[in-house]
T-cell receptor, first 112, second 114 residues
Framework: GENVEQHPSTLSVQEGDSAVIKCTYS??????FPWYKQELGKRPQLIID?????GEKKDQRIAVTLNKTAKHFSLHITETQPEDSAVYFC???????????FGKGTRLSVIA | GAGVSQSPSNKVTEKGKDVELRCDPI?????LYWYRQSLGQGLEFLIY????????KSGLPSDRFSAERTGGSVSTLTIQRTQQEDSAVYLC????????????FGSGTQLSVL
């Protein structure tokens, strides 16, 4: 089955700097790659996703890039703010019929 | 509208007892998932129900764990003969049709096995 590796496990940045989180996946047939944000004590929420027919997607300060050949995808957050502090999870799945497999998460701390 | 509802929010039990955790998905969502989140850990897949298909049970850690989904709606996760290592937050999620779209998570059940 699919296996998703995520790094770093923790990341601290100064407010206003950029943050990058990277994930690799094992199943070359995977074609859907979402990112979820979980604030302390709250449930995970989808922040952005990308499908394998595109290489990059952007939504305001966040962007995701996908390299299918290398089987890795990354989350980029620019101009970080304290409210970006949370745990971020990447995930991958082959299709709607297979489960969504998550990475182990990255704890991002934005220091004011 | 109502989101994914889980109950109880907290459950404390003694080692060896059975527990049942309930998930009420968003109305009309055909896909339902159970994940486990241990302290500081990621989201560990347990089981996936999609429509009328046989559930994907490949993530269940042992035969003490089972789940069912009645009438394509409410789901119950049962853990028999609980062990201390079962202590975790059990999260349920649902989506309209499948895993390749937005998942809506419940607030979870915090299970503590003493």
């Amino acid at each position: 089955g699919e296996n998703v590796e995520q790094h770093p496990s923790t990341l601290s940045v100064q407010e206003g700097d950029s943050a990058v989180i990277k994930c690799t996946y094992s199943d070359s047939a995977s074609n859907y790659f979402p990112w979820y944000k979980q604030e302390l004590g709250k449930r995970p929420q989808l922040i952005i996703d990308i499908r394998s027919n595109v290489g990059e997607k952007k939504d305001q300060r966040i962007a995701v890039t996908l390299n299918k050949t290398a089987k890795h995808f990354s989350l980029h957050i620019t101009e970080t703010q304290p409210e970006d502090s949370a745990v971020y999870f990447c995930a991958a799945t082959v299709s709607g019929n297979t489960p969504l497999v998550f990475g182990k998460g990255t704890r991002l701390s934005v220091i004011a | 509208g109502a989101g994914v509802s889980q109950s109880p929010s907290n459950k404390v039990t003694e080692k060896g007892k059975d527990v049942e955790l309930r998930c009420d998905p968003i109305s009309g969502h055909t896909a339902l998932y159970w994940y486990r989140q241990s302290l500081g850990q990621g989201l560990e897949f347990l089981i996936y129900f999609q429509g009328n298909s046989a559930p994907d049970k490949s993530g269940l850690p042992s035969d003490r764990f089972s789940a069912e989904r009645t009438g394509g709606s409410v789901s119950t996760l049962t853990i028999q003969r609980t062990q201390q290592e079962d202590s975790a937050v059990y999260l349920c999620a649902s989506s309209k049709q499948g895993a390749n779209e937005k998942l809506f998570f419940g607030s979870g059940t915090q299970l503590s096995v003493l």
